[in-house]
């Protein structure tokens, strides 16, 4: 199959409610986010913008919907505040920012392409995020703006000792391929529910959460960050499709395997250089969507979808 002009893959976390507890109105409503999402991205790699553009573009649209896990809904920490951490990756020279532990800014997503773009470093933490984010005119908000009655119900919940697979894991992600054939990737998260304060999962670690590189593949992680990151799993795709030939489905398996032999669950976004895509998990779903040049236009949620 010759490789369709523009791609986009997104997903929206990999702790999905079972099946018997999702209701008709809120599988329609996910369903509804991820294709803004996908719309938002599309609309930019079918006019000729790059692969960067479209990656942030997705991910903020799911930053800002409170049903997922980044940005606005993220889930918490013990003590009950948002701290946010996001990455993107440009798979054509490589260059890549991330931002972890962030408490104000609207966008982390945002953020993290301010510290790729202009700051000649890769990864910054704390508060000072929130103060060059501030400084470089990205919009701030109050740390209120992240917690929603879900959430807080969700943290309230874990302290009992009940953690659901739906409060787990709902980081969002996306990966393209422009039509010049530039890849990206990019991921956002608030964590895990009731994270200890300071903890930072893979989301913001360039090779366990994201990468991306022309020569191989883009790759958004979501799951148990620890393996993920144990495994450097985002770049151990890559190294899979490059060095061994592999195809992104296989690469994705092969690499979620290990993850699952250290002990962790989750879910890949992956798109080879040569356009072969993989949208897989260990879990019993990830919502997760496909758009391309060719017209193809797919969410999913459940793993036997
Ligand atoms: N991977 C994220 C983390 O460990 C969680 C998630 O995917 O939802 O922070």
Redesign the pocket.
Known sequence: MPKPEWTLLIHG???VMRRAEMTPEMDATYRAGLNEALEAGSRILSCGGSSLDAVEAAVGVLEDNPNF?AGKGA?LTLEGVAEL?ASIMDGSNRKAGAVAQVRTVKNPIRAARHVMEQTGRVMFAGPDVDEMAAKAGIEIVPPEYFITPRRLQALERAMAGDLQPID????VGAVAMDAKGNLAAATS????NA?PPGR????PIIGA?TYADNASCAVS??????Y?IRASAARTICARVEMQGMAAEAAAKATLDEVKALGGT?GVIVLGHKGDVALSMNTEGMFRGRTDATGVRQVGIYVDE
């Open positions: 976390g990999a702790g896990n889930v951490d787990c894991y709902g980081t998260t608030g964590g895990m994270k930072i999962g893979d989301s959460g992680a979501t799951g148990d960050g620890e993920f989750g």
